[in-house]
């Protein structure tokens, strides 16, 4: 994308922009106040926000203007700007300020995150395992999943903020934490937004930094893998995997009602925080470079020979017949003298939009000229034939006030003052064409 900015303004903001400013204030300047300042500084913001609006906007039209998939992306894209046009637009200072506000308050998140992990790598052993019991009351008894809510709010939230207006008193010996009796010694805990720069608030950062890190990782890592399986890039590849998981569809959805799914649940849940704990971890990896590493390329070498051996793609591409209209013009109301007018998609009648526009026809001068359409070409061993049934495709149209020469196969117009059937002033005729579909290799730019 090129970007020529119109006016000096739009340069100098931005100038800015990429290299910053290189104005230095003086005493003088500083000794005037902060208003101009803060005048300028808006000012270089609304300049700013112009300025960005406007790449944005000769961005947008280009995306997906190139390749096959276009529409369907300018599709898409139009949809999301209908989906946004509630919402504010970009900007940079509206950015940043969500920016700090979001950073200042998704420490929650953070917090519930590590402990999640915690419990998965079995950090403290006494948390995982509890967790795996209430995992398993849930999964013998689906019903808890109902009360699992109502129990979090009470005892994650309430329990402990009551614990913290009413603290026990000290003691050298580990126990359980048993509220004090009486009235509250304690003032009651709110969740608030962390202060900019403070060290939580850095801290929120560093972890806002590094779960895009973990996030783009682990995209680019599941698109490369299950990429080439399913783009049909490769089609006989991707059409075995489709019969794979076809058949295993269809098998589930037999055997689905038999299966004890509380039961698949609930080792599958063991299973899967087991593999967590470090000792299972070396383990894992241990045998997965013993055992499975050096069969992979093995297995997958068996797979490609059994897609090269089974998988025939020998498909014929798709044929359709084009037609175009010969039209042409009378030249004397007197004598039967008509002009070579043009080749056109519409067969110019009465009732068609052109002519009730009153706009003139369009298309080509010679049946040469004549292209096919996009993504298609036309076959080698085919040529231009004309339809010899010219009342199938009138009918079809739903053509009126038309005269049909089933000889010569041009179908006139009637003319609008002679109730008798008189001819009008155009004639037209239709021609047909095989093709076929392009190879995506072979597209034409």
Not at 4 to 32: H, M, N, Q, W
Not at 299 to 317: C, H, N, R, S, Y
Request: aromatic share 10%; charged share 25%.
């Amino acid at each position: 994308m090129n970007y020529a900015p119109r006016s000096f303004r739009e340069l100098s903001a931005l100038k800015d922009i990429l290299y910053g400013g290189d104005e230095s204030p003086t005493v003088k300047d500083a000794a005037d106040g902060s208003k101009d300042a803060e005048q300028h500084s808006s000012r270089r913001d609304h300049l700013t926000d112009k300025l960005l609006e406007r790449l944005f906007s000769a961005a947008l039209p280009a995306v997906g203007s190139d390749g096959a998939g276009s529409e369907a992306a300018n599709a898409a894209i139009a949809l999301r700007l209908q989906d946004q046009r509630d919402r504010p637009a970009f900007s940079v200072p509206v950015m940043a300020r969500n920016f700090s506000r979001l950073n200042a308050r998704i420490g929650v998140v953070f917090r519930l995150q590590y402990r999640i992990i915690r419990i998965l790598q079995w950090r403290r052993p006494t948390h995982t395992i509890s967790a795996l019991v209430v995992y398993s009351f849930v999964c013998l008894h689906p019903y808890i999943l109902a009360i699992l809510p109502i129990a979090a709010i009470l005892l994650g939230v309430m329990v402990p903020a009551y614990v913290q207006r009413h603290p026990p008193p000290p003691s050298p010996l580990p126990a359980f934490p048993v509220p004090a009796e009486g009235p509250p010694l304690a003032e009651a805990a709110e969740l608030k937004p962390v202060p900019e720069l403070s060290r939580d608030f850095l801290m929120n950062m560093r972890d806002i930094q590094n779960t895009m890190d973990d996030f783009t990782r682990s995209y680019d890592k599941l698109v490369g893998r299950f990429s080439k399986p399913t783009n049909f890039k490769d089609e006989a590849f991707s059409s075995a995997v489709f019969l794979v998981l076809l058949l295993a569809g269809v098998l589930i959805f037999i055997l689905a009602p038999i299966i004890p799914w509380r039961f698949v649940l609930l080792v599958s849940g063991w299973f899967v925080v087991s593999m967590g704990h470090p000792r299972a971890r070396r383990i894992v990896k241990s045998s997965h470079q013993t055992y499975i590493s050096p069969r992979e390329e093995k297995l997958g070498g068996m797979f490609q020979a059994l897609v090269g051996k089974d998988i025939v793609l020998d498909e014929t591409p798709e044929t359709r017949h084009v037609e175009i209209f010969e039209l042409q013009r009378r030249n004397n109301t007197e004598v039967d003298e008509w002009d070579d007018w043009l080749f056109s998609s519409s067969p110019y009648s009465t009732n068609s939009p052109a002519r009730v526009a009153r706009q003139r026809p369009q298309g080509v001068r010679y049946l040469d000229e004549v292209l096919a359409p996009p993504g298609w070409q036309f076959t080698s061993d085919s040529a231009w034939k004309m339809d010899l049934r010219p009342m199938d495709w009138v009918a079809q149209r739903a053509l009126i006030r038309v005269d049909v020469d089933a000889d010569a196969k041009w179908v006139y117009d009637v003319a609008e003052d002679d109730n008798d059937g008189g001819r009008g002033e155009w004639r037209r005729r239709r021609w047909v064409r095989s093709c076929q579909r392009q190879p995506a290799g072979e597209m034409r730019v």
